[in-house]
């Protein structure tokens, strides 16, 4: 009994009810399994694997229709950045497909919008650093480490490219001013939470008060004495 049991349950779960149910789902299923068969072929002509796929590898291919939900020209372009690798493997193309996943990319347009949206993103970036050495004087360019650090001043530290080039013009008196020294600089200001020029002046109107201030105690404490 627990045995018919089971599978009236999984019957059930699946929505059949009747003789017509059940002659319905078995159809499409076989339908789906055939169609799946044929992706994976596909896929694997793709890769010019001469074998069928194993279980394992059909989970992972499975994973990038039902759960990733992409399409299989993406999954097949993914492939084609295989062309140089020497061993392709499913574990590879999953790498691929599992990082444009988690960027929310599901096909070709998805793709090419990303791409276009890094690329512009790159170069304005790139641009940022250049301005950022003509300030300072350098007639270089800039090393990954001072690039890293000049991200941070923006992923990080979200601060305006005005209060940058603003605490580049104040290494003007420096012997050697450097990425390191202007990064000190921000990172006192960002330790004020200071994030543009406008903090800057209000964070500087009261610090000025408060040492006015501070001088008026003095003072009168002196004066008491």
């Given amino acids: 009994v627990s045995y018919i049991n089971g599978i009236l349950n999984n019957w059930y779960i699946k929505n059949i009810k009747n003789i017509d149910d059940l002659n319905l789902h078995e159809a499409n299923n076989k339908y789906d399994k055939n169609e799946r068969y044929k992706m994976y072929k596909t896929i694997f002509n793709e890769l010019s694997f001469d074998r069928k796929p194993t279980k394992q590898e059909e989970k992972v291919i499975d994973r990038w229709f039902d759960e990733f939900n992409m399409d ?5 372009f993914a492939c084609s950045k295989s062309i140089n690798v020497s061993n392709p493997s499913i574990s590879y193309i999953n790498g691929i497909l599992n990082n444009w996943y988690t960027k929310n990319i599901k096909n070709l347009d998805d793709l090419n919008l990303h791409e276009d949206n890094d690329k512009y993103n790159k170069n304005e970036r790139f641009m940022m650093y250049k301005t950022i050495f003509n300030e300072l004087g350098f007639h270089r360019k800039p090393t990954k480490e001072e690039e890293k650090i000049m ?4 992923n990080e530290f979200n601060m305006d490219i005005e209060l940058i080039l603003f605490a ?3 290494s003007i008196s420096a012997s050697k001013p450097s990425i ?3 990064n000190g600089i921000l990172n006192n200001w960002n330790n004020e939470n200071i994030k543009n020029l406008e903090d800057l002046k209000t964070y500087e109107r009261q610090n000025t008060y408060n040492t006015s201030e501070r001088y008026s105690m003095y003072r009168t404490i002196f004066k008491e004495l």
């Fill in 180 to 182: 390191l020294y202007i």
């Fill in 168 to 170: 580049c013009s104040k």
């Fill in 72 to 76: 299989i020209e993406l999954i097949l």
């Fill in 151 to 154: 991200d941070s001043w923006f």
